[in-house]
T-cell receptor
């Protein structure tokens, strides 16, 4: 039962260009959507979140867009830097303290 | 910046042995969680804990698992009789009472069951 899907297992982007990571979900009861970044052998690092009442949230180089009707969200990283190379997990939860359900992740490589 | 810490970073044990994984959540957080990630698979929820009791647990969290907050700072996960399939990275996380769902994760404990 994949409630959170990330259909691209990997993505390569040139340094300085935009990285767009996509995510789809199936459960319309999710209220919060989150993006985490993970390096090998480390824990997930929280990047940015968005609640279901918004359609955009921005924090520095990171912007998350939410399209509730399509049950789709995306993370934009502009400009991409080599240090952004990591696995990015899309995640969702029902409340502000509910369990987080993770997608399978997208491995981003930013090429210098 | 406050962070979640976990010990040990790596635990090797024999099948059937008991292990205790330890976590120190962020000090002003009230919700605590354990997740695990088997190699090559997704991060999976195990259990959430609030106000000294379990709020929710997954199907994975069977009678072999237990959690405890023995004092004001530590949060532990005990596996009573480890199986080979318990080998995974175990992550502790914590969150505030109010926020936008963000949970902050520790660096993980790699559990290897031989």
């Amino acid at each position: 039962d994949q409630q959170v899907k990330q259909n691209s297992p990997s993505l390569s982007v040139q340094e300085g260009r935009i990285s767009i990571l996509n995510c789809d979900y199936t459960n319309s009861m999710f209220d919060y959507f989150l993006w985490y970044k993970k390096y090998p052998a480390e824990g997930p690092t929280f990047l940015i979140s968005i609640s279901s009442i918004k359609d955009k949230n921005e924090d520095g180089r990171f912007t998350v867009f939410l399209n509730k009707s399509a049950k789709h969200l995306s993370l934009h990283i502009v400009p991409s830097q080599p240090g952004d190379s990591a696995v990015y997990f899309c995640a969702a939860s029902g409340t502000s303290y509910d369990k987080v359900i993770f997608g399978p992740g997208t491995s981003l490589s930013v090429i210098p | 910046e406050p962070e979640v810490t976990q010990t040990p970073s790596h635990q090797v044990t024999q099948m059937g042995q008991e292990v205790i994984l330890r976590c120190v959540p962020i000090s002003n957080h009230l919700y605590f969680y354990w997740y695990r990630q088997i190699l090559g698979q997704k991060v999976e929820f195990l259990v959430s804990f609030y106000n000294n009791e379990i709020s929710e647990k997954s199907e994975i969290f069977d009678d072999q698992f237990s959690v405890e907050r023995p004092d004001g700072s530590n949060f532990t996960l005990k596996i009573r009789s480890t199986k080979l399939e318990d080998s995974a990275m175990y992550f502790c996380a914590s969150s505030k009472l109010q926020g936008e769902g963000e949970q902050f994760f520790g660096p993980g404990t790699r559990l290897t069951v031989l």
